[in-house]
């Protein structure tokens, strides 16, 4: 069974802050994708990785699939406090047709 | 835009009931799954489906049954429900070939009294 360990499991930050979410396992995915998840609302994906070293840019967000595609981190410049939410990490099976989930970090970002 | 929709937001049902959960999707998506969301446990998967009257066991399905006799549905049923089952439910659905990208409804929240 495939795993993903996702930390920290809670962040509590200051407007203007950095901070960075890392989705760990010992598996390899075909692709990784981590999803944005509002209260009351199902998931929302912000960004697919496929290859290994990729690093992917999305305005203050940077996405980067570890070389080994075993690995992910998202990094926040600058939180904000409309960046408040979970944020689950995804990664693919071989054929691409089932989702393996972190367990998600709940992040709040104070004004 | 891809559309998910969930029957219901919020369900409150009594031990033993028998649940059904309805999920609609208007993408012509082949894959339809369901999945439960606890804290810290994040989304587990119960059942997906990859074609009409076709289904697949996830992670954990004891307890739960589905159903698909259209494409775009895809129906989660609680035979007799019990109060370990008080969680959130997902559908999401998604298209084959290519990047598997999910589009997921908003949830129903069910608790089981």
């Known amino acids: 069974t495939q795993l993903l360990e996702q930390s920290p499991q809670f962040l509590s930050i200051q407007e203007g802050e950095n901070l960075t979410v890392y989705c760990n396992s010992s598996?390899?995915?075909?692709?990784l994708q981590w999803y944005r998840q509002e209260p009351g609302e199902g998931p929302v994906l912000l960004v697919t990785?496929?290859?290994?070293?990729e690093v992917k840019k999305l305005k203050r967000l940077t996405f980067q699939f570890g070389d080994a595609r075993k690995d992910s981190s998202l990094h926040i410049t600058a939180a904000q406090p409309g960046d408040t939410g979970l944020y689950l990490c995804?990664?693919?099976?071989?054929?691409?047709?089932?989702?393996?989930f972190g367990a998600g970090t709940i992040l709040r970002v104070k004004s | 835009d891809v559309k998910v929709t969930q029957s219901s937001r919020y369900l409150v049902k009594r031990t033993g009931e028998k649940v059904f959960l309805e999920c609609v999707q208007d993408?012509?998506?082949?894959?339809m799954f369901w999945y439960r969301q606890d804290p810290g446990l994040g989304l587990r998967l119960i059942y997906f489906?990859?074609?009409?009257?076709?289904?697949e066991k996830g992670d954990i399905p004891e307890g739960y049954s589905v159903s698909r006799e259209k494409k775009e549905r895809f129906s989660l049923i609680l035979e007799s429900a019990s109060t370990n089952q008080t969680s959130m439910y997902l559908c999401?659905?998604?298209?084959?070939?290519?990047?598997?990208?999910?589009?997921f409804g908003a949830g129903t929240r069910l608790s089981v009294l």
């Open positions: 999401a659905s998604s298209s084959t070939g290519g990047i598997d990208i999910q589009y």
């Open positions: 995804a990664g693919a099976n071989e054929y691409g047709n089932k989702l393996v």
């Open positions: 990785v496929v290859t290994g070293g």
């Open positions: 598996s390899v995915f075909s692709s």
């Open positions: 993408m012509d998506h082949e894959n």
């Open positions: 489906s990859y074609d009409v009257k076709m289904k």
